[in-house]
């Protein structure tokens, strides 16, 4: 690999404090697979910008950071070439009459870009299902959402009536997080 | 591409391993057994995740157990503690933010060594109330909050003086290792 590429990339990790979009990361911890949704709004007022991938992320069973496979999402765009499950294609709502889908890297997702500067992710929607398969497992699935200035309830933890499984979603610093257990 | 996602992967690793401070309580004193809680928090930007040990409500240990005769409190992280200190604690209160709030096993991968929350905060304080030893009489005026200090998330000072006893906490670093010392005499 050559140092241009190094340089590129820890380029890419660096800039990615820079923009208020943050990082998401998901530790799907759990022996299920994750079906889901990860979506951002307006970071400092209102709800819209807001975006949410097209099409379901799928995380399969005990995938996190304690080894290598956890979701990382630096940015809309860069998200496409960095992470282990690149989303192709946004949803994006800039106003309650006008949505679009727009392509990983649109330019209006860049992330120099208003879209990307003024969202923050903070909320999802998931169904978990048996490994591999669509079969959905019984209570595993909710939304949550972390504060925000777009809804005013929080709604960060959700545990099925069991209680063997939950999952929860928070900040710290410029990173936010969904763990599923 | 295949490299740049190894590349990441260690940027990722090298801050997933890494590990919050080992927490030693010393209890010198003959006169009284402590009692107390531990809590441990985020140091950078918000106070949160802040985890405090919640089951027992209140560990205890014994007058005379220390560092010198092998009976202190020594709590490596939230999971290890359980199996490898003499005074283990089987819950957490975790919250995650200011409005969240939620109780987990020792063994939660949510506070396990390694997660995000674990790698993430420190020892920070401890409510405590020291009882004669024995017994379930406190001596009201030998207790309170104590912390690393200053703090603005605690708000605990760092050393507390009495005239049954004294209280303090420090930390200590070496070989990489932070260290967060309870000390009673």
Redesign the interface.
């Known amino acids: 690999m050559s140092m241009k590429k190094i340089l590129t990339v820890l380029g890419i990790t660096a800039a990615s404090f820079v923009y208020s979009q943050g990082r998401i990361i998901v530790n799907n911890y759990s022996k299920y697979d994750f079906h889901g949704f990860l979506i951002t709004t307006n970071s400092t007022t209102g709800c819209y910008p807001r975006a949410g991938n097209s099409g379901a992320i799928v995380i399969p069973a005990e995938c996190h950071m304690g080894n290598g496979l956890a979701l990382v999402y630096e940015g809309y765009r860069d998200q496409f070439i960095s992470s282990l499950y690149p989303t192709t294609n946004w949803e994006v709502t800039v106003n309650p009459l006008t949505s679009s889908i727009m392509a990983w890297d649109d330019v209006n997702l860049a992330p120099v870009s208003t879209i990307a500067t003024t969202t923050k992710w903070y909320a999802t929607k998931f169904d978990m299902t048996e490994p591999g398969t669509n079969i959905s497992v019984q209570d595993f699935h909710t939304n949550l959402n972390i504060a925000n200035p777009c809804s005013p309830g929080i709604i960060d933890y959700y545990v099925t009536p069991s209680g063997n499984n939950s999952a929860e979603m928070f900040t710290i610093g410029s990173i936010t997080y969904l763990q599923l257990f | 591409m295949k490299?740049?996602?190894a590349?990441?992967?260690l940027?990722?690793?090298s801050y997933?391993y890494a590990q919050h401070s080992i927490m030693i309580v010393n209890n010198f004193s003959t006169t009284f057994d402590f009692q107390g809680n531990l809590s441990a928090h985020?140091y950078?930007?918000?106070c949160?995740?802040y985890v405090t040990s919640s089951t027992p409500t209140m560990i205890t240990v014994p007058a005379d157990s220390h560092t010198s005769n092998g009976k202190e409190l020594a709590y490596k992280n939230f999971k290890d503690q359980f199996t490898g200190s003499l005074y283990p604690t089987t819950n957490w209160t975790v919250q995650?933010?200011p409005?969240?709030s939620?109780i987990r096993a020792w063994n939660?991968?949510?506070i396990?060594p390694?997660?995000?929350i674990s790698y993430?905060v420190k020892w920070a304080s401890s409510q405590f109330q020291m009882y004669y030893a024995g017994t379930s009489i406190p001596e009201p005026s030998f207790g309170g909050l104590i912390g690393e200090s200053p703090d603005p998330c605690t708000g605990a000072p760092g050393y507390i003086s009495t005239s049954y006893g004294d209280a303090e906490w420090f930390n200590i670093t070496t070989a990489n290792i932070t260290y967060s010392y309870l000390q009673v005499y």
């Open positions: 490299k740049i996602f590349l990441l992967s940027c990722l690793m997933a985020n950078s930007g918000s949160y995740p995650t933010s409005t969240s939620t939660h991968p949510s396990a390694g997660g995000v993430n």
